[in-house]
């Protein structure tokens, strides 16, 4: 029997969605979005070759995590690292990711920052990853 994840931000059971044959985990309460280690690339159609644009996702270096804040990892329910990278407008993001390499945790609103503030070479992955901002995130 599987375990009904749980949002590391508001710690609500989360839904699973499915998008392409693509299973993601969604929190309805603050709208995160949780991507297993190779979902994010799946939903964009890329290869191993193609995923150099999101390297900055496993490479940032961590950050400092305030105290009293502590995100759990949705599969191995151990602290996620913080780390920083570009977002929309020249922003700056944090983010959050397993340390043992289980996912991705974005905030409401984050994926979309990030994409924004992201060269997409590959026409076919940008408009997938549009449509799937459309069609699950409402964006």
């Known amino acids: 029997m599987a375990l009904i994840p749980v949002c590391p931000k508001c710690d609500k059971p989360m839904v699973t969605l499915e998008w392409q044959e693509t299973e993601i985990d ?18 964009a159609g890329q290869t191993e070759e193609q995923k150099d644009w999101f390297r900055d996702l496993s490479d940032a270096p961590s950050l400092r995590v305030e105290a009293g804040v502590k995100r759990l990892c949705p599969r191995c329910n151990r602290p996620l690292i913080s780390f920083a990278v570009k977002g929309a407008e020249d922003t700056v993001l944090t983010l959050d990711r397993c340390e043992h390499g289980h996912g991705y945790w974005f905030d409401g609103g984050e994926l979309a920052s990030y994409l924004k503030g992201h060269t997409v070479d590959n026409q076919n992955a940008s408009e997938r990853l549009k449509t799937f901002l459309r069609e699950i995130m409402g964006e």
Not at 26 to 43: H, K, T, V
């Open 26 to 43: 969604l929190c309805l309460q603050c709208r995160g979005i949780w991507f297993d280690a190779g979902e994010l690339e799946s939903i």
